[in-house]
């Protein structure tokens, strides 16, 4: 594989806020095509870095040095697998959490409803659960939530009622096959939006994502030393509101809570207040940057 797998989002921001140096042992929970794990292992001296993912594709793509350790699995086992390894503590983490490039461009990912391929959208394949599992056994209130919750779409009833109607006559087993329903719901305006958050929603649903990215977050605080950095780049409001209300009140809420004296209760400093978003050059460069946000907090 090339390195163009999986170009690297905002990747001098990335490793400049993460605040490396030789000797630091660092987190890579998103290893994907190993753009930011390049960079950050020259950074790091005789450190170490300990690389995570859960897509089988990814094992043949892993950079031959003996300072990384490639964990295939999902960050949300982020602690359990560190100890195993015998480390207790880090001085960065580090999370992109865009699905690759690669895996966008692969059809039978099913991820894109740019082809017409099986309905997968698994990010570990040995998963038991795909789309066309959740798209033809769920009922129609457990899509309604899915699409509201996961893909904000304002008309999800109606699209789950398309769905369970058309799967009556035959299963929904290709993405075209969904892709052909949706649009019977969609604004003609905005089609390829709302394609893409019916999409979304389902892949958030299959891999779980919500839920593993509070254990990852909550994880990372746990394991980070003090002084250490936390770096995320998100992609969608979901997953940004989370990260956001994580670094800035240390809850998923973002409950701010008080000491007796008024001074907030926080278990991190914000590195950057103003969230840092691609440039007009890296967007042109790279299309799939554009909804990019990094934020960057330093444990206290």
């Known amino acids: 594989m090339t390195n163009e797998y999986h170009i690297p989002v905002l990747p001098g921001e990335s490793v400049e806020g993460l605040n490396l140096f030789p000797g630091a042992v660092v987190v890579d929970a998103t290893y994907g095509g190993g753009g930011h794990s390049r960079l950050i292992l020259n950074e790091l001296g005789d450190g170490r870095l300990f690389a995570f993912d ?9 950079i031959h040095d003996d300072r990384l350790f ?5 960050f949300r086992y982020l602690k359990n697998f560190l100890r195993y390894h015998g480390v207790e503590s880090v001085d960065a983490v580090f999370a992109d959490l865009g699905v690759s490039s690669h895996d966008f461009d692969e059809a039978d990912r099913g991820f894109s409803f740019r082809f017409d391929d099986k309905l ?11 789309a066309a599992g959740v798209v033809n056994n769920y009922t129609e209130e457990q899509l309604i939530f899915v699409f509201r919750m996961y893909g904000e779409i304002k008309n999800a009833k109606r699209l789950a009622a398309e769905i369970t109607s058309e799967r009556s ?3 929904l087993k290709t993405t075209g096959q ?3 329903v949706a649009l019977r719901c969609a604004p003609r305006a905005i089609q390829n939006k709302y394609l893409a958050q019916v999409f979304q929603a389902l892949r958030i649903e299959v891999n779980d994502e919500m839920d593993a990215l509070k254990e990852f977050l909550q994880a990372s ?3 980070l030393k003090p002084g250490g950095r936390l770096a995320v780049i998100t992609y969608h409001s979901l997953e940004d509101r989370l990260c956001k209300n994580f670094m800035k009140a240390g809850n998923f809420e973002g409950k701010i809570e008080k000491d007796f004296y008024g001074n907030q209760i926080t278990p991190f400093r914000l590195v950057n207040r103003k969230v840092i978003i691609p440039g007009t050059e890296e967007v042109e460069k790279n299309p799939r940057s554009r909804s990019a946000k990094l934020r960057i907090a330093e444990k206290i």
């Open 169 to 171: 006559n035959e299963p």
């Open 221 to 223: 605080l746990e394991v």
């Open 120 to 130: 997968d959208m698994r990010m570990n394949r040995n998963a038991t659960t795909d």
């Open 54 to 62: 859960q897509d089988e594709e990814t094992a043949g793509n892993v």
């Open 70 to 74: 490639f964990i295939r699995h999902n």
């Open 178 to 180: 969904l892709k052909e």
